[in-house]
């Protein structure tokens, strides 16, 4: 069973940038792809990027293309995401989560095991 951390939230201001972590334990961490989701209150909870297990593809909502990259370490058991020109909607919990399915994948239902998550709030 894998268990996921993610860290590196906080607050910054519009355009800036920030760096979360999801750090896995348990399992074998390059047998899994990785996701990031993100819920902002009183939404659903929606995709962000995804990597597969070796890091060799990754996928993107449109609405972070060209702002956020998602990479993965298997060394570290860590991915990342990376988040440039922040803007205030970009405000939610950022969660982490792991599928063990081949092929990319942006629905939630296909993520098997997911972090606690970590606040990232964006001001104007």
């Known amino acids: 069973q894998v268990q996921l951390v993610e860290s590196g939230g906080g607050l910054v201001q519009a355009g800036g940038s920030l760096r979360v972590s999801c750090t896995a334990s348990g399992g074998t961490f390059s047998s899994v792809a990785v996701g990031w989701f993100r819920q902002a209150p009183g939404k659903e909870r929606e995709f962000v990027a995804t990597?597969?297990?070796?890091?060799?593809?990754?996928s993107y909502a449109d609405f972070v293309k060209g702002r956020f990259a998602i990479s993965r370490d298997n060394a570290k058991n860590t991915v990342y995401l990376q988040m440039n020109s922040l803007k205030p909607e970009d405000t939610a919990v950022y969660y982490c989560a792991s599928s063990r399915l081949t092929y990319i994948t942006t629905m939630t239902r296909d993520y098997n095991y997911w972090g606690q998550g970590t606040q990232v709030t964006v001001s104007s």
């Open positions: 990597v597969t297990r070796s890091g060799g593809r990754t």
